[in-house]
């Protein structure tokens, strides 16, 4: 079977009907941003599939615009930790911690190709639910006011137990975490994934939002893990241009700008994500007021998010250049000259399909095809060598992660198979 039809295999087995999952046992409900990856994919096949995606997503959305990371749909064993954990009091239950609002900048990808008259109304309906999602995280999560997004649970930032962490997240008491069985080391080597310490803070931090009965408001003060993310802050910031143009399309001066605003705040102010030493953005824990001190694949979406002086964008081409000298395959999610890089583990060290299409994107819009145009061929070469891994190693191309997983299937079909 050629590779177009296995991709499309993957994404109709992960596909419950009106949600997908990213791969069926280790991730079995719908999550946040692999569902607005997974509508890039639904999209070359059926556009009314696509939206779908993203509409269920948000029939999650609560009041106060606040997206959750996981919706329950229907209770699976096999997933720690589940809506019993969670407690969220909704329905679907669901988590109450968010993810990287990649949304917007997909439902433009889907306007921009599909049929505009057909899709209007969809567009209408959604564009509100967007733009609440937005106000949110400038209400709850950007305590500077300086358009820089906190992040108060690794898992809200999808790299989990990306090193970007380690030093804030040390600070978390877990003596009170009581005893859990994981399940992810049942579907994936534990070599791949996160280790035990780290599932502790996780818990811990998922108990402590649970005592405020996810209270936002509250859990952005108080909460023992408070970093502001690069990658969250990158993709909120291009999320905001690309609802900027919906906006325009539906004639929604005032949103406009609005958004304009948002834009420029965060542009003036992403020198605060600027580590001087390391001569490249990265996160920075806003308890501590220090950098992370770690170069990251999401450390290269300054150029996604167009953001960054010239001088700043020479010195991260730079570190590219350097990093393509010592791997195989771009973009490893961390340096692969850090101490703490581990190939196959998670995010500190694997290659991810969705971070190296932003990254790719935004590079081609900056004026540097041939970086874009390296990361695509590497990442095409990752799949046509592995298949469709949630994950790859940056030295050999192995898989590393779940297998049969939609976003790096839906990658494949939007991106990658031309
Ligand atoms: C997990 O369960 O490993 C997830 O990454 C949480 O989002």
Redesign the pocket.
């Known amino acids: 079977m050629d590779l177009d039809s296995r991709a499309r295999e993957v994404m109709q087995d992960n596909d419950l009907g009106n949600y997908t999952v990213p791969t069926k046992g280790l991730?079995p409900y719908q999550?946040n941003w692999d569902s607005a990856f997974c509508a890039l994919g639904f999209n070359t096949y059926s556009e009314d599939r696509a939206w779908l995606e993203i509409e269920t997503l948000f029939a999650s959305q609560w009041q106060s615009g606040f997206v959750p990371?996981?919706i329950f749909h229907k209770q699976d064993p096999n997933y720690f930790p589940g809506p019993d954990v969670w407690q969220s009091n909704t329905s679907p239950e669901c988590t109450g911690i968010t993810q990287p609002p990649v949304s917007a900048s997909m439902i433009l990808a889907l306007w921009k190709s599909g049929d505009k008259r057909a899709n209007k109304a969809r567009l209408q309906a959604i564009f509100p639910k967007l733009v609440a999602c937005h106000r949110w995280f400038y209400r709850t999560r950007d305590p500077l006011n300086k358009g820089l997004v906190l992040t108060v649970h690794p898992?809200e930032t999808g790299r989990?137990n990306s090193p970007e962490w380690d030093a804030a997240a040390r600070r978390i008491d877990t003596s009170e975490v009581g005893t859990y069985q994981r399940k992810?080391i049942t579907h994936v080597n534990k070599d791949m994934r996160p280790l035990d310490e780290e599932y502790d803070r996780y818990i811990t931090l998922l108990k402590f939002g649970r005592a405020t009965q996810w209270d936002h408001d509250r859990i952005a003060k108080e909460s023992p893990f408070k970093v502001i993310d690069v990658c969250m802050t990158m993709i909120l910031s291009r999320a905001d241009h690309d609802l900027m143009l919906l906006a325009e399309e539906l004639g929604e001066a005032a949103i406009v700008e609005e958004l304009k605003t948002r834009i420029a705040l965060t542009r003036n102010n992403i020198n605060y994500l600027w580590d001087d030493q390391l001569k490249a953005f990265c996160s920075k824990d806003l308890i501590s007021g220090l950098p992370s001190g770690h170069i990251t694949s999401a450390s290269f979406l300054a150029f996604y998010a167009d953001v960054g002086s010239q001088e700043q964008r020479e010195y991260l081409l730079a570190h590219l250049d350097r990093i393509a000298s010592k791997v195989k395959y771009l973009i490893p999610s961390l340096d692969p000259e850090s101490d703490r890089f581990d190939s196959m583990r998670y995010w500190r060290g694997p290659v991810w399909s969705v971070v190296n299409y932003l990254a790719a994107l935004g590079l081609k819009e900056c004026g540097q095809s041939v970086w874009a145009q390296r990361i695509l061929d590497d990442t095409r070469a990752l799949v046509k060598e592995s298949g469709f891994y949630e994950a790859f190693c940056p030295l050999t191309g192995a898989g590393t992660g779940g297998d049969h997983f939609t976003w790096t299937a839906a990658i494949w079909l939007y991106w990658l198979d031309i």
């Open positions: 991730y999550w990371h996981i898992w989990d992810d």
